[in-house]
């Protein structure tokens, strides 16, 4: 009988891993050429996109654990409550910030993600934060006050976009503090009803029916590919890695966002968000390697 030496298991676990954590990142990348190709009233995103995404979740998560039913005691717990709100509320900025400025500049202000989740921990429970991550997030937080720079400017106008961007990383850095301090709550179930409730939200301020079937389809894949894909496939592997590979990987997704509207529909970054964007990768590739060469 023919036996699978550990090493080798493991080193096939990592690179299934590694393969999860980069098509869960180019799934997240697509959102801005989604956005792109239904220009329809905002709340008609919001409602089907939300739903969409919360049935490719829900499926997601009884695929994973091989049983029909979901543990919604749990999520509908003060905390979880707290995160589903937070995360609808999130859904909606983050759809108003790609409709109302370019892509590439919602994805460097995304990009602060780290270093704003670590600020948070540090004042609401006082985590401990490495100088390096204090260091990163000047720099990051500088990338970031030069791209809304270019939008203030002449030619920008994308102000309001910028800060719902800066809005939605608020909320996930706040999720993401939430989750941690309260381990307890079910995060495929809270991501799923935070869909639903920001469909609930959308339903009186649109019609969304008056969408065409084609916008529908569309608006299916916006919810399905980056919800159900981006947040799905990236769990499944990120449990493959050490935390800051799996954050070096989905860090990928910085230029590739950019990069889909760049090409199908010729959206050019500012100089400004170019600086800005360079800015704030290398704070992140800076602070990851720095945690990868800790580690054996």
């Given amino acids: 009988m023919t036996t699978v030496a550990p090493a080798t298991a493991n080193d096939r676990g990592v690179a299934i891993g590694m393969a999860l954590v980069l098509s869960s990142a180019v799934a997240w990348s697509t959102a801005g050429f989604f956005a792109r190709m239904v220009p329809v009233d905002i709340w008609i995103v919001v409602f089907w996109r939300g739903i969409f995404g919360a049935l490719s979740i829900a499926a997601l998560a009884m695929i994973e654990r091989r049983r029909f039913g979901f543990d919604f005691k749990r999520a509908f717990t003060l905390a979880g409550s707290a995160l589903i709100a937070i995360s609808a509320t999130g859904k909606i900025a983050f759809l108003y910030a790609l409709q109302n400025t370019t892509v590439a500049n919602v994805t460097v202000i995304y990009a602060t993600l780290p270093f704003m989740t670590a600020i948070l921990a540090w004042l609401w429970f006082r985590e401990k934060a490495a100088r390096r991550t204090l260091i990163g997030s000047l720099v990051a937080g500088g990338g970031v006050i030069v791209t809304v720079a270019g939008s203030t400017g002449l030619g920008g106008g994308h102000i309001l976009g910028d800060l719902a961007a800066l809005f939605m990383t608020f909320t996930m850095a706040l999720m993401t503090v939430i989750m941690r301090r309260h381990r307890e709550v079910p995060m495929l179930e809270a991501a799923a009803l935070s869909g639903v409730a920001a469909a609930i939200v959308a339903f009186p301020m649109a019609d969304p029916f008056a969408a065409t079937l084609t916008d529908i389809f ?11 894909g981006g947040l799905g496939i990236y769990t499944m592997g990120a449990r493959r890695l050490p935390s800051a590979q799996a954050a070096l990987l989905s860090a ?45």
Avoid: H, Y
């Avoid at 569309?218 to 919800?227: D, E, N, R, S």
């Avoid at 090409?263 to 945690?291: D, H, M, R």
């Fill in 218 to 228: 569309w608006l299916a894949l916006f919810g399905i590919v980056t919800q159900g």
């Fill in 252 to 296: 990928s997704e910085v230029p590739m966002s950019p990069l889909w509207v760049w090409i199908f529909f010729q959206e050019v970054p500012a100089q400004e968000t170019f600086i800005g964007g360079g800015l704030v990768l290398a704070a992140i590739l800076w602070n990851i390697g720095a945690e990868l060469r800790k580690r054996p």
